[in-house]
Each structure stands twice: as structure tokens, then as C-alpha cells.
């Protein structure tokens, strides 16, 4: 019997946009003086050749084109891309809340949703009371619910407050408990679109675990979010949908960076500033990176250049991002204020030695104050430049961004314990033999 829990075959979704058309109904008098007014202009601009051309009252968008994918029994799967590039709608209808236009999507097994937080909810119920009436909405039995009922409100972490009508609550207490109630089902497929983003870090953290303890007894989840660190920390497998079609598929890690290329800001080695972007008193003119050397000995140049206006000084910081936009180091040549002092044109030449780094594209950032907590000028993601080589030539293994960027040189001894050589000595003189 196959494995595959989930096959979809050329999915594709349509929606109708109707634009606003005219139609009986009742107008202010504002209303009827405009439409009066732009009605003496309407033969004035067909005498002077302008296009009239009526916008078409209804247009076809394509949520979803021709979208196949199989999930596997007990896989986390992590659907990633830009707003509005169809994750929600591949959602929907995998969980039956609306149609497809056209293609086919087989189920096994019982699907739980997570897609809109604290949906069902009652403002004017207790928590007690909307903990049975959200999960009856969500598919648990009565008995099921009373079973889980401590555990969700220990999770929830609302006790004092469970016979308070939840529009009393705040609004963390209140996605705290939707969410609490959603996480305890039992389903062989559990759909989650941007959950974890509820609650403060500490929730947050508690939230991802439970996914982590769902997806760890054999249960096949598939998860959306744009936080692409919880995306690799929960999912072994990724999607990438861009414009309603699927652009990539593959290990999480293979299809986190497709996304990081597709989006990246930056492209280039050499940056310059607009004639018309001068900034404050002192600011970046022009700058330039070259990455020297062979793994696992890097060495980063940065060479800019900047103009004072003013007898300011300031020093300088440099921020390395991973291609998902995290800061993964500072270099700080002095905090002493070096640059400026008197009007004009400085040049700067800045040498980081870089620690082995893994294969991947790396983005930097410039930032110049006078102070820590005063910014004259800051680049952000400016400037880019790309690791080929692994740090380590022997590795046949690929790197992955879930270990980290940082490979540190590190030495090993390894030798046996004084113990451990008396036993063997002891047993090579007992059966007779030597030890080679």
C-alpha cells in the first residue's frame, strides 16, 4: 500500500474580482455633484483623442495553477512564499473549506485545521464554555475534550481567569486559548497557517514545541508561516509557491534558499549612492567588497568612501547577514571615532578576517555614528558577495544552513584511558598473545 497520505494533481483555483460598476442605489449629494462635474469633461477628452476604454466589469485571478505535490505518511511539510502567492488557498482546500476550480486532491485519514485562530469563539461564553464550544467546532467528541480538558488549560496558562467571559481577555490570553484548544487534536493530518506567530517568545516557543511533539508521533503537518527559521527547525521537507504555481520542491533547506534568492535585495559587490540621497552631516558615498584567500582562511575587504559636511566624527560597524536576512556577525575595527573631523571626502578601507564560512550568499551592512545610539548613515543589505568552497574539502556531505554559517577550526586527540590499557594488557598476557 503506498505511503503518500495526501496527492494533489493539477490543482488549479479561480476567482471572479467584479469591479464597481454603476448601479441603482442612493447617492449623496457629494456623489451627484462629482459625477455631474466629470460628466462636462467626458466629450472634451473624446475630442482630444483620449482613450475611454471601459474596464472590464469582471476579471479571472488564478489563486492556484496546475499545482501536484505528494506528502508522504507522517512528513512535515513547509509551504513558504510571498503574500499572496496561493499557501491560504492550497489550505482551503485541503481542508475542504472551498473548492477547486479544476484538478483532483486525494485524502487519507482525518484532517484538523489551524487556520484561523480563536474562529468560533464566543466574546460573551467563559473560557471554560468556549473551550467545549471551539473544540465541538473543531471535531472533538465531548469525552475527548473533558479527557484534555486540564492539559489545554494548562497550556493556555488562563486558569485564574476561566470563567471570565473571554472579551474581558486580552488579546494574548485570548489566541493563547484558541490555540491551546486547536493544538490537541488528534489527527492523522494537522493543516497550520501561521500560528506561531501568536503569543509572546515565550508562547511562541511553547507553541513550536507542541508542533515539533505532534509532528514526532508519526502525524503528517503541513505548515505555513514566514518565519523560515520555524519553518527549518519543524519541516524536513519544503514548497515554494510564487504567483500560484509551484517554483520549488525539496529538502527545506533547498527550498528556503530559492526563496531567499528569488527576494534578494541585493545583487552586486560594488554599491553608489544617488546624486539625489544625501542624508544627514556625514554620509556613505560609494562602497565596495572583495572576498580574498581559500577556505577556511577568508579575508573580507571593504573599501567606501564618504563626505563629510560638517567637522562631525564617527566610526564605522560592519554587519554579515545569512540569505535570510540574520545577522550572524559584527566586525568593529575601533570604537574610537576616526572618521571626520573636517569637512570633505574620506576613503576607508576595512579588512575582516572572515571564519570558515559555508557555501551560501552572504549580505553586508554599513553602518557610521558618532555613538552606538546615534546613527549618522546606515546601508542595509547593500552589498553582497558568495561563498563556492566548503570549509572543509573532504566533506562529500552538502551544508546546511540548520547546523549554522560558522564551521570553527577545531583540533581532536583521542587516545585510550589508563584503565582501559590495563585491561588490554592484561588480556593479551592471559591468552598469550602481544599487542602490535
Not at 52 to 63: I, L
Not at 105 to 128: D, K, M, Q
Not at 227 to 233: D, L, Q, S
Not at 363 to 371: E, I, K, N, S
Amino acid at each position: 500500500m503506498s505511503d503518500t497520505i495526501i496527492a494533489v494533481e493539477q490543482l488549479g483555483k479561480c476567482y471572479r474580482i467584479d469591479h464597481q460598476v454603476e448601479r441603482a442605489r442612493y447617492k449623496t449629494l457629494r456623489e451627484t455633484l462629482t459625477r455631474k462635474a466629470s460628466g462636462l469633461f467626458k466629450g472634451w477628452h473624446s475630442r482630444n483623442g483620449s482613450s475611454g476604454a471601459a474596464r472590464p466589469a469582471r476579471e479571472e485571478f488564478w489563486a492556484l495553477k496546475d499545482v501536484s505535490i505528494d506528502v508522504k505518511q507522517g512528513e512535515v511539510l513547509g509551504i513558504i512564499g510571498r503574500n499572496g502567492a496561493g499557501k491560504s488557498t492550497l489550505l482551503k482546500i485541503l481542508s475542504r473549506i472551498t473548492e477547486p476550480t479544476r484538478g483532483r486532491v486525494r485524502i487519507r485519514g482525518r484532517v484538523a485545521s489551524l487556520l484561523e485562530v480563536g474562529t468560533g469563539f464566543h466574546p460573551e461564553l467563559t473560557g471554560r464554555e468556549n473551550v467545549f464550544l471551539n473544540g465541538a467546532i473543531l471535531g472533538m467528541s465531548k469525552v475527548e475534550i473533558q479527557r484534555k480538558f486540564d492539559e489545554i488549560v494548562a497550556f493556555a496558562g488562563v486558569e485564574k481567569f476561566l470563567d471570565t467571559p473571554v472579551k474581558r481577555y486580552s488579546s494574548g490570553m485570548y489566541v493563547r486559548l484558541a490555540f491551546a484548544v486547536a493544538a490537541h487534536l488528534e489527527p492523522e493530518i494537522l493543516v497550520v497557517d501561521e500560528v506561531l506567530s501568536v503569543g509572546d517568545a515565550e508562547f511562541q516557543k511553547k507553541c513550536l514545541g507542541k508542533m515539533q511533539d505532534v509532528s514526532g508521533h508519526g502525524r503528517t503537518v503541513l505548515f505555513v508561516s514566514h518565519n523560515m527559521a520555524a519553518v527549518k527547525a519543524l519541516c524536513q521537507h519544503g514548497l515554494l509557491l510564487e504567483s500560484g504555481q509551484l517554483v520549488a520542491e525539496g529538502p527545506v533547506s533547498m527550498v528556503t534558499d530559492k526563496y531567499a534568492e528569488l527576494h534578494a535585495e541585493v545583487t552586486a559587490a560594488r554599491w553608489e549612492r544617488p546624486r539625489d540621497g544625501a542624508l544627514s552631516g556625514v554620509y556613505f558615498t560609494r562602497a565596495t567588497i572583495e572576498v580574498s584567500g581559500h577556505q577556511p582562511e577568508l579575508r573580507l575587504v571593504c573599501a567606501a568612501e564618504l563626505y563629510c559636511r560638517t567637522e562631525c566624527r564617527s566610526f564605522i560597524a560592519l554587519d554579515i547577514s545569512d540569505n535570510q536576512g540574520s545577522v550572524i556577525m559584527q566586525a568593529i575595527p575601533t570604537t574610537t571615532q576616526f572618521v571626520g573631523g573636517s569637512k570633505g571626502t574620506y576613503s576607508v578601507e576595512i579588512v575582516v578576517e572572515l571564519p570558515p564560512l559555508i557555501p551560501g550568499r552572504y549580505t553586508v551592512d554599513l553602518w557610521m555614528g558618532p555613538h552606538y545610539t546615534v546613527t549618522a548613515d546606515y546601508l542595509r543589505r547593500v552589498l553582497a558577495f558568495e561563498i563556492s568552497d566548503g570549509p572543509l574539502p573532504d566533506r562529500v556531505m552538502p551544508y546546511s544552513s540548520f547546523h549554522g554559517f560558522m564551521v570553527p577550526r577545531s583540533s581532536y586527540r583521542c587516545s585510550l584511558t589508563r584503565a582501559d590499557r590495563h585491561s588490554m594488557n592484561c588480556c593479551a598476557s592471559e591468552f598469550g598473545g602481544k599487542q602490535r
